[in-house]
């Protein structure tokens, strides 16, 4: 690059000798003015050679490693507010760049987020559910969607249509999925209830109801959805998807049978990109993540291994060698097309032997060489 620099500054010095203008030069060259100036300063003064008006003193350098020194478990942002309370102001990556050079910079890592550890882990379906509502219209009447979700594989389990939220509704909701799951209310192990602190839930009745189950009610934090982010994720989900675009439902038979439709489409047919972008009844159906994962290793093994056959067989078929002859005749004769141009420039015949660089059976007219 340096070379290709050198040899315009010359090219341009060589034409304005001769009284050439540097913009008519640089014009044609293609090359703006602004890039030819700097260059040209360049090759006056080396970059390393000028000083900024900006850089950081010797003595700024001495204050950053005296406080480093007064305080070595400060950082450099802390070191930036002691300097500051000095009454000397520079930016943290400064001194941070600083401490680098002098190989002052610690390793530091931070505390994970505590939201984002999990506390718990469901490692296959009916282990743990999750349960909430939201509203809708129904008849320009307020009703709500009452659901459970399986948190392994993300299936509605159990969905119901009501006019008002109360215990009886929870517990009825819980009990109809069990049914669908095929779980006995006598069985040990019920699944784990995961809910808000809403009146519903924390009433006695289904408090007493669970205990009476033996089934555990599992309450989220207050202002924490994200202990039932599962469940969050799916109403947002319906809503944007089905709720919002209808608006009011006619009926309450109509809201069922809607809001059935696309649950059975959640379930059965949409894909879920915390799934690997499998379906919830996949997943639900395989109960197993670490088949799950195989499985999709699998899918990707093949799609490569039909897209390098595919690559293999086109680069075969290029690297045949090509018959260039007329099909169903014999190799068409290249002839020179030198005596038809001069017999077109002096209004001759063309020699019908030599007529044409592609094959012998085409001919001139006559008349369009007399003319």
Not at 37 to 48: P, V
Not at 95 to 104: F, M, R, S, T, V
Not at 105 to 117: C, D, G, I, Q, S
Not at 189 to 214: A, C, M, W, Y
Request: include cysteine; proline fraction near 5%; glycine fraction near 6%.
């Amino acid at each position: 690059m340096e070379n290709q620099k050198q040899s315009m500054l010359e090219l341009v010095a060589a034409h304005t000798s001769q009284g050439r203008r540097v913009s008519e030069v640089l014009s044609s060259m293609g090359v703006a003015r602004s890039n030819y100036y700097r260059w040209k300063k360049d090759k006056t003064q080396n970059k390393a050679d000028r000083l900024s008006s900006y850089e950081v003193t010797v003595e700024e350098r001495g204050q950053i490693d005296e406080v480093k020194a007064q305080y070595p478990q400060y950082r450099h942002r802390r070191i930036q507010g002691v300097l500051q309370q000095r009454g000397v102001y520079l930016s943290a990556s400064v001194i941070y760049g600083h401490l680098k050079e002098q190989g002052q910079v610690e390793p530091y890592e931070r505390r994970a987020a505590p939201w984002k550890e999990p506390r718990y882990e469901v490692w296959q379906r009916n282990l743990m559910w999750g349960s909430d509502w939201t509203k809708l219209s129904v008849g320009g009447v307020r009703w709500y969607l009452l659901t459970v979700i399986d948190f392994f594989s993300r299936w509605i389990v159990a969905f119901e249509v009501v006019p008002t939220v109360h215990a009886g509704t929870i517990k009825a909701i819980y009990q109809a999925g069990l049914r669908n799951q095929g779980v006995s209310i006598h069985s040990e192990t019920k699944p784990k209830l995961r809910v808000d602190r809403g009146s519903p839930n924390t009433s006695g009745i289904t408090q007493e109801f669970f205990e009476g189950l033996g089934a555990e009610l599992s309450f989220a934090r207050v202002r924490r959805p994200t202990d039932n982010a599962l469940t969050e994720r799916f109403y947002g989900s319906i809503k944007q998807e089905e709720i919002y675009l209808v608006g009011n439902y006619p009926d309450e038979i109509s809201a069922r049978e809607e809001l059935g439709r696309y649950i059975e489409s959640y379930n059965q047919t949409r894909p879920h990109q915390a799934l690997f972008n499998f379906t919830p009844a996949h997943v639900h159906q395989l109960n197993n993540k670490s088949a799950l994962l195989e499985e999709l290793n699998n899918i990707k093994r093949k799609t490569r291994d039909r897209r390098k056959a595919y690559w293999a067989e086109k680069q075969k078929v290029s690297q045949q060698p090509v018959n260039r002859g007329c099909p169903g005749k014999a190799q068409c004769q290249i002839v020179d097309p030198k005596p038809n141009v001069e017999a077109v420039l002096q209004h001759q015949q063309p020699d019908s032997q030599n007529e044409n660089p592609i094959t012998k059976n085409d001919s001139l007219d006559s008349l369009i060489l007399s003319h």
